[in-house]
């Protein structure tokens, strides 16, 4: 199953709280606008690199707490699949921006 990246990012963002993505005017998908998300891109991309931090380190306390004999195994599990998710999206979104730049940087002037 493949995700596009801007999907992967509105998905957060409503996720977040965050206004959704445009993918210009027409071409929205469900919830999609044609506004720019209130903060632009970057803030965007800063809270979904703290969100995923957030996400590891819980996962990491889960897991201290499981090897520790005071968690529970299913917490540990639920913990480490949100926090791969979340690395997953952030890396995605990477990849597409990494692709882009390098486009941008082929082309003639």
């Not at 445009?22 to 998908?29: A, D, Q």
């Amino acid at each position: 199953m493949s995700i596009g990246a801007l999907d992967a990012a509105s998905a957060y963002g409503r996720a977040a709280g965050v206004a959704p993505l445009s993918r210009g005017p027409g071409i929205g998908g469900p919830g999609a606008a044609d506004a720019p998300a209130a903060g632009g891109f970057g803030q965007l991309v800063q809270g979904m690199v703290g969100e995923a931090s957030s996400s590891l380190k819980a996962a990491e306390t889960a897991s201290t707490r499981q090897i520790a004999g005071k968690g529970d195994l299913i917490d540990v599990v639920t913990a480490m699949g949100a926090a791969e998710v979340a690395l997953d999206t952030v890396v995605a979104v990477r990849d597409r921006v990494v692709n882009a730049y390098s486009e941008i940087m082929r082309m003639q002037i």
